[in-house]
Structures are given as C-alpha cells and as structure tokens.
C-alpha cells in the first residue's frame, strides 16, 4: 500500500505546487522569449522611426503570414501601432484615431507579466503564442487630417495615411513595407439626444469614427496582396 500510495503523494505534491501562480512567476519562467520578443519590438520601433522607404517583396513571404486578430488561433503575426511597441501602456489621445488595436494580446501579455496577482488558466498557453510570433507589423500615422463638422453642420471630409512595416524576427529585418491611405465615409450618420445634445458634436465623433473603421477596413487586404498571407478580424 505504502509503495502504491507514494507516487500519488508526489503527484498530488507536484499539482499543488504548479496551480494557482502568479502571472510575475509564469512569466519569469518564460523570460528568455519575453526578452527576445521585447528586443525585436525595440529593433522594429527603432528602423520605423528611421523612415524607411518602400519594401516590396520579390516573391509572397514564407512562411505566409498568418493573422487573426488578437492573435486568434492560428495566428504567426501581430500588428501593433509604433508608439506601443516600446511603451505598452501608451494611451493614444483623443485626437488620434490612429490605434486600430488589431492585436490588443500582445501588448497585454508585458502588461500582465508584471502582475503579482494569480494568473487565470490560459496565460501561460496565450504567452507562448505571443512569443512564438514570426511577424511583427508596425504601422505609424504619416498624415492626418481630421474630419470636421461645423455648427451648421456642413461636414468636410478627413482622411490619414500610415506607413505600413512588416518585420520578420528570423531575418531581423522589414521585408515589406509601404503607405496605406483613407478618408472618412462621404456620408455621416450618427445619433444624438434630442434634449441637451450637441448635434455637431456627435455628428463630428462618427466621422472620425469612420476614419477609423476605414483604415482597419483597408489595411487587412493591402497586407494580404503586399505579403501573401491571410489576415482576417
């Protein structure tokens, strides 16, 4: 009984040592790729604030990037605006609709990592999917001109354009990179109460609210026909 009951003891011993950690210690135990991954998003921030010019690739890249947003199962790449790839706390302002928050996991996953609170079931598997990326792709705004509605309402089209970077961590290098253009929606519908609401107001923030849309709308195909992969919300 005693040489039967043993391995159960260990095992039970093992169990309760491994549940219930903390996301600091997940993370510790994950550190060499959380600093790999954190140096390629400081390597990736750094040629984009140098302004590179276009980058076209000869031929689709292999492996084809993949991308779902969030990260989603299945996903090899992630896509994060250039200001947050070293300060991911960074809050965008309201002026700058630029933030498209495609891929809110990575981010969170260094914000998490400094928690000290236990951490929920899936971290540890959510982590490891951020450090396996083999993308990275950066987009920073080159030109912005807000949209505008004025107290009579007459409403004047805005619109931006964002370099695009993609950055493959095995090569340390951009291999695709070019501008991506959008404006606001010609029409602007939007909501507003009746009683005490400022209608240019709310006519103004779904306008830019379009710009927004529009560019999260454009830059998912024009990465799929730049790289060959599939990038899909």
Same mark, same amino acid.
């Given at each position: 009984?005693?040489t #039967?009951?043993?391995? /159960?003891?260990?095992l039970l011993?093992?169990?309760l040592?491994? /549940?219930?950690?903390?996301?600091?210690?997940?993370?510790?135990?994950?550190?060499?790729?959380?600093?790999?991954?954190?140096?390629?998003?400081?390597?990736?921030?750094?040629?984009?604030?140098?302004?590179?010019?276009?980058v076209?690739?000869s031929?689709?890249?292999?492996?084809?990037? !993949?991308?779902k947003?969030?990260?989603?199962?299945?996903?090899?790449?992630?896509?994060?605006?250039? @200001?947050?790839?070293?300060?991911?706390?960074?809050?965008?302002?309201?002026?700058?609709?630029?933030?498209?928050?495609?891929?809110?996991?990575?981010?969170? /996953?260094?914000?998490?990592?400094?928690?000290? @609170?236990?951490?929920?079931d899936?971290?540890?598997?959510?982590?490891?999917?951020?450090?396996?990326?083999?993308y990275?792709?950066?987009?920073?705004?080159?030109?912005?001109?807000?949209?505008?509605?004025?107290a009579?309402?007459?409403y004047?089209?805005?619109? #931006?354009?964002?370099?695009?970077?993609?950055?493959?961590r095995?090569?340390?290098e951009? !291999? /695709?990179?070019?501008?991506?253009?959008?404006?606001?929606?010609?029409?602007?519908?939007?909501?507003?109460?009746?009683?005490g609401?400022?209608?240019?107001?709310?006519?103004?923030?779904?306008?830019?609210?379009?710009?927004?849309?529009n560019?999260?709308?454009?830059?998912?195909?024009?990465l799929?026909?730049?790289?060959g992969g599939?990038?899909?919300?």
């Amino acid at each position: 009984m005693r040489t #039967a009951f043993l391995p /159960c003891l260990i095992l039970l011993s093992f169990f309760l040592s491994s /549940c219930g950690e903390s996301f600091v210690k997940i993370a510790e135990r994950n550190r060499a790729g959380l600093d790999s991954l954190q140096a390629d998003m400081k390597q990736l921030s750094d040629l984009i604030a140098s302004n590179p010019g276009e980058v076209t690739p000869s031929a689709p890249l292999d492996p084809s990037p !993949v991308f779902k947003e969030d990260e989603g199962a299945g996903s090899n790449t992630a896509m994060v605006i250039h @200001e947050r790839l070293t300060e991911f706390e960074k809050k965008a302002g309201d002026e700058d609709l630029m933030d498209l928050f495609l891929s809110n996991g990575l981010e969170n /996953c260094f914000i998490w990592s400094t928690w000290e @609170e236990k951490a929920f079931d899936s971290f540890e598997s959510e982590l490891q999917s951020a450090l396996g990326l083999r993308y990275l792709i950066g987009y920073k705004t080159l030109e912005y001109i807000a949209p505008k509605v004025d107290a009579q309402l007459n409403y004047t089209i805005g619109g #931006a354009r964002l370099g695009v970077y993609v950055f493959d961590r095995e090569k340390k290098e951009i !291999v /695709c990179a070019f501008p991506l253009a959008a404006t606001s929606s010609e029409t602007v519908n939007y909501q507003y109460r009746e009683s005490g609401g400022d209608q240019a107001q709310s006519a103004q923030s779904w306008a830019r609210s379009s710009l927004w849309e529009n560019l999260r709308k454009a830059i998912l195909p024009a990465l799929a026909e730049k790289t060959g992969g599939t990038f899909e919300l």
